[in-house]
């Protein structure tokens, strides 16, 4: 047993723990381990297409309810499973208008 935690400890692939926040540790752990040691900038990154151009994301900095709102169910504890989930309904968060349009429009 003392072997298997320590080629476990020596680099052997992990694979996520359950839920969101499983991925989110396991990708900086991932990080951690490989592309952290280099003297080069690592060569992930966060986009918010994929190959093909379709949107897989958003930026949510436009949402400030939004992002009170994730960090408040962030802030619970989890439920049995360890899984964080929160719905978000349509038309229930809305974003702040550039300044520069809005004095574009005026």
């Not at 992990?14 to 989110?24: K, R, Y």
């Not at 151009?53 to 009170?68: D, V």
């Amino acid at each position: 047993m003392t072997d298997a935690i320590l080629s476990d400890l020596n680099g052997a692939s992990h694979p996520p723990a359950g839920g969101f926040i499983g991925q989110i540790c396991a990708y900086f752990r991932d990080f951690l381990d490989t592309d952290f040691r280099r003297q080069k900038m690592p060569k992930r990154s966060i986009g918010l297409k994929d190959a093909k151009g379709n949107l897989t994301g958003i930026s949510i900095a436009k949402y400030p309810s939004l992002i009170i709102d994730i960090w408040n169910a962030l802030a619970k504890p989890l439920d049995a499973n360890r899984r964080f989930s929160m719905s978000i309904g349509r038309g229930k968060y809305h974003c702040r208008v550039n300044r520069t349009l809005l004095d574009v429009i005026e």
